[in-house]
């Protein structure tokens, strides 16, 4: 800024000003100062700007899973939109970290990122690193998790969601009915679990949205425990996989229930690749309203949560912790019941 001052004519405050302040200086003066600073070959430093201010103006996106897999997560996808769409009207870039605990440095994901703060996508409940966070810097707002006496949480209403569409397909007569859950972490292949153990998942989500189902079971006077489950990471191939183990069975049950619109989408796939009709012999339901969900054949009946708002809500509130407020009340965003073509009575 001296060099530059000194050709110009003019104080290092100056400088300074047509860099961050624009608005001080007149159009003329500025545009000096920059036709100055680029033929002298100057550009201001991001860095030596952060160290001053104490600021780095990022905020950090915390993916509880390798980012590899983060990029084929439709649902992570749209979230993510919703957070760029706040950050990038106040000014603040993004940075995605990965948050996957067999990963080196995992363990200080936060801690090691150059951010000004955090938001942290689906941790599990007894993650070691959730401890201490309500007083260390930077802060950080969960997003589908449990809650965190003094953090800001961001999440969906699961239960409800997972009881209206369970009630959906055992309203229309389905009693034969398969599940197909998520599994929380990955590496393990597709299994049969017992749908009575699901109370017991690390995963808020998982907990919540087995929850749901059987109330609506108790609800129809389903026995829960009897409904044929099986447990599988949440994406089309696993889906896929675990469809075909079903649909090749003897017994075929006359609807399947996933608990999320990829494990969904990979049975549809399924279905089709061995010669069942959907809906006619087959229902399917998933769950999160992803977009392909509307455009599989057929279309699929789920439950729609708003990613994009799910995303806005945790920026903001963690933009507003960040200028000294509070950051605000946990938020929970509703869920709606979709009904598509993938859904009939089954046949008598």
């Not at 801690?111 to 802060?139: F, K, M, Q, S």
Request: glycine share 10%; with cysteine; hydrophobic share 40%.
């Amino acid at each position: 800024m001296k060099d530059v001052a000194h050709h110009v004519g003019t104080s290092t405050t100056t400088i300074s000003n047509a860099f961050h302040h624009p608005e001080r200086l007149s159009p003329g003066l500025r545009e000096r100062i920059l036709e100055t600073a680029e033929r002298l070959g100057y550009r201001a430093d991001p860095t030596a700007r952060g160290l001053r201010l104490q600021s780095t103006g990022a905020i950090g996106v915390l993916y509880t899973e390798s980012l590899p897999f983060a990029f084929s997560d439709p649902a992570f996808s749209v979230f993510l939109r919703g957070v760029a769409e706040v950050l990038e009207a106040e000014g603040r870039t993004l940075q995605l970290l990965s948050g996957a605990p067999s990963l080196p440095g995992a363990q200080d994901a936060l801690g090691n990122a150059a951010v000004d703060g955090a938001i942290w996508y689906g941790p599990v409940e007894r993650d070691p690193r959730l401890r201490g966070l309500t007083h260390r810097r930077p802060p950080v707002v969960l997003v589908d998790a449990d809650p965190v006496e003094g953090l800001v949480t961001v999440d969906v209403d699961d239960e409800v969601g997972a009881a209206a569409i369970a009630h959906h397909l055992f309203g229309l007569g389905h009693r034969e009915v398969a599940l197909v859950v998520m599994r929380g972490a990955r590496g393990a292949p597709p299994s049969r679990v017992d749908p009575g153990t699901l109370h017991r998942s690390e995963s808020r989500v998982i907990r919540a949205r087995a929850a749901g189902y059987a109330s609506a079971a108790r609800r129809h006077r389903v026995a829960w425990s009897s409904l044929a489950t099986w447990a599988a990471h949440s994406q089309f191939e696993e889906g896929r996989s675990v469809g075909l183990d079903i649909l090749r069975a003897p017994q075929r049950p006359t609807a399947i229930l996933c608990m999320s619109d990829q494990l969904a989408l990979g049975v549809l796939a399924a279905a089709r690749e061995v010669g069942v009709e959907v809906p006619r012999e087959l229902s399917v339901v998933g769950f999160d309203g992803v977009p392909e969900s509307a455009r599989s054949a057929p279309p699929l009946t789920t439950v729609t949560q708003d990613h994009s708002t799910k995303g806005r809500l945790a920026a903001e509130a963690l933009l507003a912790i960040l200028k000294g407020g509070p950051g605000g009340p946990t938020r929970h965003v509703r869920t709606v019941l979709t009904l598509r073509g993938s859904t009939a009575p089954p046949r008598r």
